[in-house]
């Protein structure tokens, strides 16, 4: 099983370009997530879906947008990208924790990671 | 008010010795559990232990053991016998069973970095 994978694993864009970020994971799991991640913080969340056909917005939202048309792809949009935006991203996926399921893990499974740079 | 808050940006330890990493966290919810990932310089993100708020005893995987102190708030990770592939940034992290919608996010730290020295 590959697990998380994440395309691409670095880019450099231009001040109000657009792209597409995709995650994709092999482990059936019904839950995605997109965090970004800055110098000396930890793991933010932007998005993140609890099924095939669902997204929700996280912490720090704007600017980007997502969608999950199949269950196993996540895919993060930048429509115009800002300089605030350099950063780096990952995706991660779990399967669904149950409120009664805290003695076991369920943790989430990261992506490598891509490294968004906007000039 | 930082739900997770790790206070040692940095820290050393020799290798073979023992190393406890800081973690607090604020939380109203009866129902949460707690990880800790570590990341390498090559930036995965690698999980390493997690302890359940209804958890009694303190997790342990390996040579990582975590330091649960539910009254305090506490959740320390404590890492045996450090060796030189341990240097790396340590992130704790919280889910809560009631918060964001359903979401189960994870709410990270800033990180601690450790570095073993030979």
């Known amino acids: 099983n590959a697990g998380v994978t994440q395309t691409p694993k670095f880019r450099v864009l231009k001040t109000g370009q657009s792209m597409t970020l995709l995650c994709a994971q092999d482990?059936?799991?019904?839950?995605m997530y997109w965090y970004r991640q800055d110098p000396g913080m930890g793991l933010r969340l932007i998005h993140y879906?609890?099924?095939?056909?669902?997204?929700a917005k996280g912490e720090v939202p704007d600017g980007y947008n997502v969608s999950r048309l199949k269950k196993q792809n996540f895919l993060l949009g930048l429509e115009s990208a800002a300089p605030s935006q350099t950063s780096v991203y990952f995706c991660?996926?779990?399967?669904?924790?149950?409120?009664?399921?805290?003695?076991?893990?369920?943790?989430?499974?990261f992506g490598p990671g891509t490294r968004l740079t906007v000039l | 008010a930082q739900k997770i808050t790790q206070t040692q940006p940095g820290m050393f330890v020799q290798e073979k010795e023992a190393v406890t990493l800081d973690c607090t966290y604020d939380t109203s919810d009866p129902s949460y559990g707690l990880f800790w990932y570590k990341q390498p310089s090559s930036g995965e993100m690698i999980f390493l232990i997690y302890q359940g708020s209804y958890d009694q005893q303190n997790a342990t995987e390996g040579r990582y053991s975590l330091n649960f102190q539910k009254a305090r708030k506490s959740a320390n990770l404590v890492i045996s016998a450090s060796q030189l592939g341990d240097s790396a940034m340590y992130f704790c992290?919280?889910?809560?069973?009631?918060?964001?919608?359903?979401?189960?996010?994870?709410?990270f730290g800033k990180g601690t970095k450790l570095s073993v020295i030979p």
């Open positions: 482990m059936n799991h019904e839950y």
């Open positions: 991660a996926s779990s399967t669904i924790p149950g409120l009664a399921s805290f003695s076991s893990y369920n943790e989430q499974f």
């Open positions: 879906s609890v099924g095939e056909g669902t997204t």
């Open positions: 992290a919280m889910r809560e069973a009631y918060s964001g919608a359903g979401s189960y996010q994870l709410t």
